[in-house]
C-alpha cells in the first residue's frame, strides 16, 4: 500500500479517536454537571424555606395578638358589668381607671393588629412570589438534567460505535508497526497522534517546520513525524 493511503487511514483513525474522546469526556462531566443543577435546587428549597419561616413569624404574632385581644375585651365587658356592683366611691374610680386603661391596651392590639394583618398580605405575596419562581426554575432544571441523562445514554451507545468503526479503519491500514506506533504517540500526547497541518507548522505544538520538509509533507509519499512533539505530520489537502 502507498504511503499517502497509508497517511489518510491515520488522518481518519484520528478523527474517529477524537470523536471517542468527545464522548467519553461528555460522560465523565455530565454526572458532575448534574450534581451541581441539583445543589442549585437544594439553595432553592432553602431560600424558599426562610420565606416561609418569615410568613409562619407573622402568622404566630398575628394569632397571639388576637387571643390577647380578646381576651382585653372580655375583661373590658368583666368591667363595665362590675361598676354598677361597686359600693364606694373610691371603688368606683379604681374600676374607671381599670376601663380606661383596658381601652386603651384594646386600641394598641387593635392597631397592631391591623400592621401585623398588612405584613402578613405582604409576607404572603413574597412567598408566592419565590414559590412560583422556585417552581418554574426547578421545571427547567429538571429539563436540563433529563436532557444530560439522555446525552449520556446516548453517548455510550455512540461509542460502541465509533470503537467498532474505529477497528474496521485500523484493520485497513494493514500496519501493525504504524499502527503501534500512532497508539504510542496518542497515549503520550493528550489523545492526539496526528498533527492536520495547513501551513509550515505543527498544529500539535505549534513549533515551525522546514520549508523543505512541509513540501515532502505535502508530496505524502513519506511518514514525518514533528521533531518537537512527535506527532505524525499529515497534510490536510492530501488526496
Ligand atoms: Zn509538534
Redesign the pocket.
Known amino acids: 500500500m502507498e504511503i499517502r493511503e497509508k497517511l489518510k487511514i491515520l488522518k481518519e483513525l484520528q478523527e474517529v479517536d477524537d470523536e471517542i474522546m468527545r464522548l467519553k469526556n461528555l460522560n465523565k462531566e455530565n454526572p458532575l454537571k448534574i450534581e451541581e443543577l441539583d445543589n442549585r435546587i437544594a439553595e432553592f428549597e432553602e431560600e424558599l424555606a426562610q420565606e416561609k419561616s418569615k410568613l409562619e413569624n407573622v402568622n404566630a404574632r398575628r394569632l397571639k395578638t388576637d387571643k390577647m385581644l380578646n381576651e382585653k375585651k372580655a375583661l373590658l365587658e368583666q368591667l363595665k358589668k362590675k361598676q354598677f356592683e361597686v359600693k364606694t366611691n373610691e371603688q368606683y374610680q379604681l374600676i374607671q381607671k381599670d376601663i380606661k386603661e383596658t381601652a386603651r391596651l384594646i386600641n394598641d392590639l387593635e392597631n397592631e393588629l391591623l400592621d401585623l394583618m398588612v405584613e402578613r398580605e405582604k409576607e404572603e405575596k413574597e412567598y408566592r412570589k419565590k414559590e412560583e419562581e422556585f417552581n418554574r426554575k426547578k421545571k427547567e432544571i429538571e429539563e436540563e438534567k433529563e436532557r444530560l441523562r439522555k446525552e449520556m445514554e446516548e453517548s455510550s451507545e455512540k461509542i460502541i460505535i465509533k470503537e467498532d468503526e474505529k477497528k474496521r479503519i485500523s484493520a485497513r491500514l494493514r500496519d501493525e508497526a504504524l499502527l503501534n506506533k500512532y497508539e504510542r504517540i496518542r497515549a503520550s500526547r493528550g489523545g492526539k497522534a496526528v498533527?492536520i497541518i495547513e501551513e509550515a507548522v505543527?498544529t500539535?505544538?505549534y513549533?515551525t517546520i522546514p520549508p523543505q520538509i512541509f513540501v515532502e509533507i505535502k508530496r505524502g509519499d513519506k511518514i514525518f513525524t514533528?521533531d518537537?512533539?512527535?506527532?505524525i505530520l499529515i497534510y490536510k489537502y492530501i488526496e
Not at 228 to 231: D, K, L
Request: with cysteine; proline share 0%; glycine share 20%.
Open positions: 498533527a505543527c500539535g505544538c513549533s514533528c518537537v512533539c512527535g506527532r
